[in-house]
């Protein structure tokens, strides 16, 4: 679409006003691309975060009035690069971990909690259907829950069977190793395969979900036939809160990708997806690790605990602390963050 006369003029006024704040950005961003960020003066190094701020400024009021689309992908190009110069590249180790953790991380969870708490809902319903649907009659136990996944617990199984089976009693310790690696590993292929199928259109992350909670309904239904919830509540929570988590984290995110396709808003279909999907990075690298203290406290602590108040003391205290992570860790930084976001 070709520029009316006086949307040029407006273009030509607003670069020459603020031209030189860009280049001078430009031309620290190549030095320190070709020399390093340490061959920067310690003036240069002080400018760098100012140059940046008002390249977003720029780029803020650039969209707000519908500039020239070249202006504005030149400096969301340059703001971009600008970002990761300023606070990526150079930073040590341990400050990107530290970033990571105490703001991206919960700061990311935060802002696709909508995303996560559907795909809790739609998983909450799987496991209604799974628990009431296997309840009325345990042979459809195997409609939801592969026998190979099952271990050999299954409606066949004896209440003593399926009890000794959660107290890693005996002759049936191998029994439930390889139930809990598989419970750990399905959950897990559950999680990526929710997050990698969210760009179409994020139906079957919806499917995905409720079909998690199809089996553990069936086999929740499958342990209260035989007045063994509370036990086996208390075997899952203290790992399961976890992996569960991360499983919806996962799903939360395939949810995104797919509004993200659904509803582009202002850009491409593609463009979009690819800024949905640049923001949920650091959430899914926060999800795999999720998956990993869940199988660290699964293996470690099924072998050491099986008294089930502390269990279940174990599951609270998890369930607090990660309610507590996410809610209130890095909110401080979140204003400033949605600031200085290109």
């Not at 961003?29 to 400018?47: H, I």
């Not at 703001?103 to 496991?127: C, D, E, K, N, S």
């Not at 649907?133 to 050999?152: I, K, M, P």
């Amino acid at each position: 679409m070709t520029q009316s006369p006086a949307s040029s003029l407006k273009s030509v006024a607003f670069r020459r006003e603020r031209e030189a704040t860009w280049r001078e950005l430009e031309a620290l961003l190549e030095l320190a691309r070709t020399r390093g960020f340490d061959a920067l003066s310690a003036e240069q190094s002080a400018r760098l975060p100012h140059l940046y701020r008002a390249t977003l400024s720029s780029l803020s009021v650039a969209r707000a009035i519908s500039l020239d689309r070249n202006v504005v992908e030149y400096l969301e190009n340059l703001a971009g690069r600008a970002y990761h110069q300023v606070y990526g590249s150079h930073r040590h180790l341990r400050e990107v971990l530290a970033d990571f953790f105490l703001y991206r991380f919960p700061a990311g969870i935060r802002r696709f909690r909508w995303h996560i708490l559907l795909a809790t809902a739609v998983m909450l319903l799987g496991g209604a259907t799974g628990f009431f649907v296997t309840l009325d009659n345990q042979d459809r136990f195997y409609t939801f829950v592969d026998e190979a996944y099952a271990s050999g617990r299954g409606p066949g199984s004896s209440t003593s069977e399926l009890r000794a089976v959660l107290y890693d009693e005996h002759e049936l310790s191998d029994a439930l190793t390889t139930f809990a690696a598989s419970l750990f590993t399905h959950n897990a292929k559950i999680g990526i395969l929710a997050f990698a199928l969210g760009c179409l259109a994020g139906l079957p992350v919806m499917l995905l979900m409720f079909i998690n909670g199809l089996v553990l309904g069936a086999f929740a239904a499958l342990y209260h036939a035989r007045g063994l919830s509370l036990d086996l509540w208390g075997w899952l929570l203290p790992h399961g809160i976890t992996e569960l988590l991360a499983v919806l984290v996962c799903g939360g995110l395939g949810l995104a990708l797919g509004q993200a396709v659904i509803f582009p808003g202002r850009y491409a279909r593609l463009r979009n997806l690819a800024l949905c999907g640049r923001q949920a990075a650091a959430v899914v690298v926060g999800a795999v690790l999720l998956f990993f203290v869940a199988g660290l406290i699964e293996g470690l602590f099924r072998q050491l605990v099986t008294d089930i108040a502390v269990r279940y003391a174990v599951a609270a205290l998890s369930a607090c602390l990660w309610i507590a992570y996410f809610g209130w860790v890095g909110r401080g930084r979140a204003r400033i963050a949605a600031e200085e976001r290109p």
